[in-house]
């Protein structure tokens, strides 16, 4: 499969210095972003949940085929550049080989997700808050409900 970087060359760069932001969470989104070089840094609710550092990562995907706002912020933990994808879902409806390449990376962290889900599940964790688990498995498999129905 093709990777994202090859597949975006014509697209325009965004250079980032340290600890500058390439997105906010809560800002409307629709534009993707695939890093070129340096490492970032994924904040979500004050908690630094992830490290983005491999050429031709993805970033913004979820809120492009979610379409909503960003979730996470996104700050460069390094001099940073990221290609500049405006119209994230035009650009996937039009290049069905990126949009292959999406699913196959949301696909790939939705299962590390749901093997680290049984995993905890395996060892008896016990988050403080009844129905915890069932919350996190209803949302990995689509099945989400509010905490009151459980």
């Given amino acids: 499969m093709a990777n994202l970087l090859t597949l975006t060359t014509a697209f325009p760069s965004r250079s980032l210095k340290p600890g500058e932001m390439l997105v906010e969470a809560g800002a409307p989104g629709g534009e993707l972003y695939v890093l070129a070089k340096g490492r970032l840094s994924v904040i979500r609710d004050g908690v630094e949940i992830a490290q983005i550092e491999g050429a031709g990562s993805l ?88 905490a009151s129905h459980l």
Avoid at 93 to 121: F, G, K, M, W, Y
Wanted: charged share 25%; glycine share 10%; with cysteine.
């Fill in 59 to 146: 970033v913004g995907e979820m809120s492009v085929l979610l379409g909503t706002d960003y979730t996470a912020t996104v700050n460069a933990i390094t001099p940073v550049e990221v290609k500049v994808i405006e119209d994230g879902i035009g650009w996937l409806e039009r290049t069905p080989i990126a949009a292959l390449h999406v699913a196959t990376v949301a696909c790939q962290r939705l299962d590390n997700t749901s093997a680290l889900l049984a995993e905890l599940r395996r060892e008896g964790s016990k988050p403080h808050e009844p129905g915890f688990f069932e919350r996190l498995f209803g949302a990995v498999s689509g099945e989400a409900r509010p």
